[in-house]
């Protein structure tokens, strides 16, 4: 079974460039995460979906970033305009949550590393 | 100050050392907690997972959760070089809201 898919895995551009990072996660997972991972610290949820409802967008930074999952499978999450603080690893991640429980077996991609000159 | 907290490394052992991974955390709505190891340029991929207050064993690994204290604990038996990697914990609450540790990079030497 596949795993979490993201893309690209790198990606450069120079600040207030847009950039977009897309997800495809485990089939048949209804939660899909973004997290943004700066160099030396942990995973921080930018967004949070059950299914197509985004559930916990409370730390994504609304002006410049936006985030979609049509469909409730596929996400994509967009910067515009990218600044020099956003260069990070973003993650992508899917569960499955049964009933009223999220148990936290969260199942990664590879991330993709944003460098903004 | 973050409401999961993770001893900081870097952590350097030989092969074969008992390795003591530690975290605290402050939000009682906590309920499951998780050890993701994270190898470089990977994404974490989740290692043990503990429901509440407990013990749990696989293989060279095991994970400790003392609510009353608030404090979670990964063991590694007899470690490898192929150990070496940064280890994440992780709280989540019964709602889904997530909080990983800023995570401790151990290497394993042979």
């Known amino acids: 079974e596949a795993g979490v898919v993201q893309s690209p895995r790198y990606k450069i551009i120079e600040k207030k460039q847009p950039v977009a990072f897309w997800c495809n996660p485990i089939?048949?997972?209804?939660?899909l995460y973004w997290y943004r991972q700066n160099l030396g610290q942990g995973p921080e949820l930018l967004i949070r979906?059950?299914?197509?409802?985004?559930?916990?967008d409370s730390q994504l930074p609304k002006d410049r970033f936006s985030a979609e999952r049509l469909k409730g499978v596929d996400s994509t999450l967009k910067i515009q305009p990218a600044e020099l603080g956003d260069s990070a690893v973003y993650l992508c991640?899917?569960?499955?949550?049964?009933?009223?429980?999220?148990?936290?077996?969260?199942?990664f991609g590879e991330g993709s590393r944003l460098t903004v000159l | 100050q973050k409401e999961v907290e993770q001893d900081p490394g870097p952590l350097s052992v030989p092969e074969g050392a008992i390795v003591s991974l530690n975290c605290t955390y402050s939000n009682s709505a906590f309920q499951y907690f998780m050890w993701y190891r994270q190898y470089s340029r990977k994404g974490p991929e989740l290692l043990m997972y503990?429901?509440?207050?407990g013990n749990k064993e696989d293989g060279r690994f095991t994970a400790q959760v003392d609510k009353s204290s608030k404090y979670i604990s990964l063991f590694i038996r007899d470690s490898q070089p192929s150990d070496s990697a940064t280890y994440l914990c992780a709280s989540f609450t019964n709602a889904g809201k997530s909080t990983f540790g800023d995570g401790t990079t151990l290497t394993v030497k042979p």
């Open positions: 979906y059950e299914n197509e409802e985004a559930v916990d």
């Open positions: 089939s048949g997972h209804n939660t």
């Open positions: 991640a899917s569960s499955l949550r049964v009933g009223t429980a999220n148990t936290g077996e969260l199942f």
């Open positions: 503990t429901y509440s207050s």
